[in-house]
């Protein structure tokens, strides 16, 4: 009889290549004894199948059993069949039954199958806390990383003493140049701790036999050791970055002002920022004027509300610092980014490794069906033109500007006058009650992102939120009477507090004539 050759196929995403049926190996030390079980193993792999299930609850249901049978039959056979090199094994892990969770990615380790496996006071989870962008961040812009959340889910599963954390992207990317080394080092990080029962000669062995990167996986391995052994030592020796981080938001407002001063300096001179300066000073000073109202700053007086200058202070900058260009062009000369782009490769740029940059210049880009320009792809000589391109930035927005004719660019130069238009409006009558909705028109530049058609979307998705909450506020008690006042009429709004009480706007008439501003 001819013998029927087995076509084997992909296993999902994996370089495995495995048979089209898994043999079931739950009834090993169940329905069927030892050997029985070696029979019918032998019989599968010579059939030329490789594929064989198993997990450490088989067969836990049996009374008498305690599970594992299967695991242990099935390792009794590869070591007495030399058969290790031709099956592939797929096991799993019971409810609650984890001795050891490896967690390379918090958001995984805290999903609901993970950590279904983890039992209070039994699971030890050696976690990576690296914060890493995922695809929900391109779906949501305001999605946030939430470590907080992951770890809590975690120590709840397994137990506030049966965690150990570790940064094992960042050791990974500065000890060793990559960070596909996590999965080895927070083995090694485990290990350690006495969390893994094998012997060292025999994961070291484990890593020799699958023969890719075998030195630095072991080094990996080792610099997990040491992160036990010598926590100090090895936090020495790294110093915390990469080239993508999700930034914090500043919460201090002196500094947060600051660090975009010198930002707008950077990308066009120091009179751009001053001018970027002067007119988050005056919010400031406007919002100042309402500081100890009862309205505005409840529940205590003391501190004064600075929700407008904060918003201004953002968004503001957003505006001014719209990426056109010359910033691309400077970003990407700047000799800190090229350094850090440097740490990620061996070797030296330009002789071991090129980059090359896709970009959509609005003068040459071709465009799609939807008049959407594309990006195309340019060789590293374009670092060169960036460095040149990058010391021209003075001619931004003057008559010179090679770029500023655009739609684009003098759309982006007039949201800028219009936003400062919008907030001027704003603080002439600013007053106590209505701060909330003076911040959140300053907010509105929240909603505009991206760049090019996604950037143009955006805007318009966010103009009639503009527009209404504009029309909300020139309707208020406060906003009229500002706008009779620069008519010439001369203002005075009298009436009991007893009926101004029972209205929406009562703080604010109330508080009106507490401040005097309303005369």
Partial sequence: ??????????????????????LGGNVFGWTIDEQMSFRLLDAWVDAGMNFVDTADVYSRWVPGHAGGESETIIGKWLKQSGKRDRIILATKVGTAEADLVIGCDPIVAA???????????????ALNTHATPT???????????????????????????HIGKLDADVLAVQLLGDSIYTNPLLLGYAWQQG?????????????????VQVDNNKTAFEWGRRAVSDPNGVRALVKTGQVIELVKRSVNLEDMIAKRVEFLTGYQNAAYAARYKAFVDKVRSAEAEVAFSRSMTRPDASRPSTKLTEAVARYLFKLMAYKDEYEVARLHADPKFLAKVAGQFEGE???????????????????????????????????????????LKGLRGTPLDPFGRT????????????????????????????????????????????????????????RPKWDALMAEWRAGPLALAAQARQLGYHVTLAAPASDLTNTPDADALIDGFALGRLR
């Avoid at 999903?111 to 989870?125: D, I, P």
């Avoid at 695809?135 to 003493?161: H, L, R």
């Avoid at 759309?411 to 009650?433: H, M, T």
Wanted: charged letters at 25%; aromatic letters at 6%.
């Fill in 111 to 125: 999903n609901k199958a993970t950590l279904a496996v983890m039992r209070e006071g039994r699971t030890y989870v």
């Fill in 407 to 462: 739609d684009e660019r003098r759309e982006e130069r007039a949201l800028v006058q219009e936003y400062r238009d919008s907030i001027e409006e704003v603080l002439r009558a600013l007053g106590p009650a209505n701060g909330g909705l003076a911040a959140e028109i300053a907010r509105v530049p929240e909603m505009i992102r991206g760049y090019g058609h996604v950037k143009a979307r955006h805007l318009a998705a966010a």
């Fill in 1 to 22: 009889m001819e013998k029927t050759t087995i076509k084997l196929r992909p296993l999902g995403r994996s370089s495995l290549d495995v048979a089209p049926i898994c």
């Fill in 135 to 161: 695809a929900a961040f391109v779906a949501d812009p305001d999605w946030q990383f939430p470590s907080a959340n992951c770890e809590a889910a975690v120590a709840a599963a397994a137990g506030p003493d």
């Fill in 195 to 211: 969390r893994v029962p094998l012997s060292h000669a025999a994961l070291m062995r484990a890593i020799e036999l699958n023969a």
């Fill in 349 to 391: 740029m330009g002789k071991d490794y090129q980059l090359a940059y896709h970009l959509a210049p609005p003068a040459i880009a071709k465009k799609n069906a939807k008049g959407e320009l594309q990006k195309q792809r340019f060789g590293p000589w374009m670092l060169t033109a960036f460095r040149v391109l990058a010391r």
